[in-house]
């Protein structure tokens, strides 16, 4: 282990991952990276455990979790899979797609993943540590982004450990987070119609292309998945979007051909933009200036997700 990193940071060994097992079993906290951002993870079958949870982020109880798995095999366990469900997971998993799914009356889970309601939203996350912690353990984990609830989504071990401190009891450190925004999640309703609850690197054009257009509305006031509420992803500083250029005072997020203090891309390339955008923010959040700016992002493809995420921000 690096003797620089606070001792609660660990390289994801063989070692460092049996005693994160042990921390998660005896009902802790891990913050672990996956192939999207790093999650805060606990046991998703124990209330206290969930509890921490909460605790650790002051994230608001009607705010459900995402449970993460490392198979359709454990996710047929905790969830009614029909034909669309199996469709999609053969799809995109293991990988960024979260589906909110009806709840197994003997699924074993904790109430509060659920957030009272009926269904329970399930991932199979690809990143190599978090599925190691998964088969390690043995149990399903519940993970939401390892941050203080509404605040900008940790790419990095060094985010998570600024962000929570002393809050979490141990970080796997896996380095920088490839894709770098919270997966795309889709209800499956039981009309034989899905919804898109948040976009994410899975475009909706992809899961069309699986599932048909047999889309339907989202209730502008129910929650029903994680990162819906109206102010999220939130800097600590006011955020003016579409921003052309810097004003007095203002710390510029550049895109394409706006330059900025940093880029989101300065080629233009959307995947590096959503991979960057919340180390970003990061550094908006710690400069000096009074007031984030941040270049317009084309509203396509995933520059849909990444302008859900800068609205949030900006709320």
């Known amino acids: 282990m690096d003797p620089t990193?606070?001792?609660?940071?660990?390289?994801p060994d063989s070692q460092a991952l049996g005693a994160a097992a042990q921390v998660i079993e005896r009902g802790g906290t891990v913050a672990v990276p996956t192939e999207t951002v790093y999650g805060l993870a606990a046991r998703a079958d124990d209330d206290a455990a969930v509890a921490s949870i909460y605790r650790a982020k002051g994230r608001p109880d009607f705010n459900p979790l995402i449970v993460h798995i490392p198979d359709v095999t454990a996710a047929e366990g905790l969830a009614l899979f029909d034909e669309r469900a199996k469709t999609l997971a053969q799809a995109f998993w293991p990988g960024a797609l979260t589906m909110v799914l009806p709840r197994r009356e003997d699924a074993g889970l904790a109430a509060a993943v659920s957030a009272g309601l009926p269904t329970?939203?399930?991932?199979?996350?690809?990143?190599?540590?978090?599925?190691?912690?998964?088969?390690?353990?043995?149990?399903?984990?519940?993970?939401?982004?390892?941050?203080r609830s509404g605040g900008v989504s940790p790419t990095s071990a060094a985010h998570v450990s600024a962000s929570l401190g002393d809050r979490v009891d141990l970080i796997l450190d896996g380095g920088e987070t490839e894709q770098g925004i919270?997966?795309?999640?889709?209800?499956?309703?039981?009309?034989?119609?899905?919804?898109?609850?948040?976009?994410?690197p899975i475009t909706e054009a992809q899961i069309t292309a699986v599932l048909g257009k047999d889309r339907a509305a989202v209730s502008s006031t129910r929650i029903e998945a994680p990162g819906q509420l109206a102010s999220h992803?939130?800097?600590?500083?006011?955020?003016?979007?579409?921003?052309?250029?810097?004003?007095?005072?203002?710390?510029?997020?550049?895109?394409?051909?706006?330059?900025?203090?940093?880029?989101?891309?300065?080629?233009?390339?959307l995947a590096e933009a959503a991979a960057r955008l919340y180390a970003c923010l990061h550094l908006g959040a710690g400069a000096p200036h009074a007031r984030i700016a941040i270049a317009p992002v084309?509203?396509?493809?995933?520059?849909?997700?990444?302008?859900?995420?800068?609205?949030?921000?900006?709320?």
Not at 5 to 11: G, I, R, Y
Not at 121 to 146: E, F, N
Not at 238 to 249: F, G, Q, T
């Open 233 to 269: 992803y939130a800097p600590g500083k006011p955020v003016r979007l579409n921003a052309a250029s810097a004003h007095d005072e203002e710390f510029m997020i550049g895109f394409g051909a706006v330059d900025g203090d940093v880029s989101l891309s300065a080629a233009g390339d």
């Open 298 to 315: 084309p509203d396509e493809g995933i520059g849909v997700a990444i302008n859900d995420r800068l609205k949030r921000a900006a709320a």
């Open 5 to 11: 990193k606070p001792s609660k940071v660990q390289m």
């Open 182 to 200: 919270e997966s795309t999640i889709i209800g499956l309703r039981n009309d034989g119609t899905w919804a898109m609850l948040r976009p994410g």
């Open 120 to 147: 329970v939203a399930l991932r199979c996350p690809a990143h190599p540590v978090i599925q190691a912690l998964l088969k390690t353990c043995g149990l399903p984990l519940a993970a939401p982004s390892a941050n």
